[in-house]
């Protein structure tokens, strides 16, 4: 399976998600966002090396640590010289390899970001807990819509106060899940400790592992 993260904007912690997912699901996460990546990287080949058709897709996965990642380069150069029209071919290369992959898209509505959701059997769409983010998030769904790409579940990101998660829930017709607003979530993909196995009793924990769960039974 091939999960997309996606978010209407920016901000909305969709990279830490993606990470925290990628343990819960036991998956190699993509740090797809060619111009703006945000998951850990270290020297290897990566995905802009990838595109450009000079590394294969299974040697830049970095393994043995709580999340494998495939990591994106941080140069303009790379970027460049990557070729979106690859990334399909590389997922499902991923895919076949290790199974599950999720895929940190871009943020916005850009061209670059519906290419992953062309190419993913789901999506999981980032939100902040406001009500005006539910137009983001709607945009977001009909994007995926129109490229085919099934909404698996809205995780209303960063919540203090109880969101309105049945609007969300109601209005893209998939669960809603709110994820607390939690130190330990923000400082997960700096420290490369997940909450999920670091701090698995942990409410975070646990509303990741429901969002985990609402993936699954759309994979189904």
């Given at each position: 399976m091939i999960l997309a993260v996606?978010?209407?904007?920016g901000g909305v912690g969709k990279s830490t998600l993606s990470f925290e997912l990628g343990a819960a699901l036991d998956a190699v996460v993509v740090d797809a966002d060619l111009g703006m990546a945000n998951l850990p990287y270290a020297p290897g080949p990566d995905l802009h090396d990838v595109l450009a058709g000079r590394a294969d897709p299974t040697e830049a996965v970095r393994e043995g640590a709580p999340v494998s990642i495939l990591p994106?380069?941080?140069t303009l150069a790379g970027a460049r010289a990557a070729d979106v029209r690859r990334l399909d071919d590389v997922l499902h290369a991923v895919e076949a390899a290790y199974g599950t992959v999720v895929v940190d898209c871009p943020a916005g509505m850009r061209?670059?970001?519906g290419v992953p959701l062309a190419i993913a059997d789901a999506c999981v769409v980032v939100a902040s807990p406001k009500r005006y983010a539910l137009a983001d998030a709607v945009r977001t769904r009909e994007l995926a819509r129109e490229?085919?790409?099934?909404?698996?579940?809205?995780?209303?990101?960063r919540t203090?106060?109880?969101?309105p998660l049945d609007a969300f829930a109601d209005v893209l017709g998939a669960p809603a899940t709110a994820i607390p607003a939690d130190t330990r979530l923000s400082e997960a993909v700096d420290r490369f400790e997940p909450v999920v196995t670091a701090s698995p009793n942990s409410l975070p924990s646990t509303r990741i592992r429901e969002l985990a769960s609402a993936v699954r039974v759309c994979g189904r």
């Open positions: 996606v978010s209407g904007k994106c380069g941080r061209a670059n970001a490229l085919g790409c099934g909404l698996a579940a809205v995780a209303v990101n203090v106060d109880d969101p």
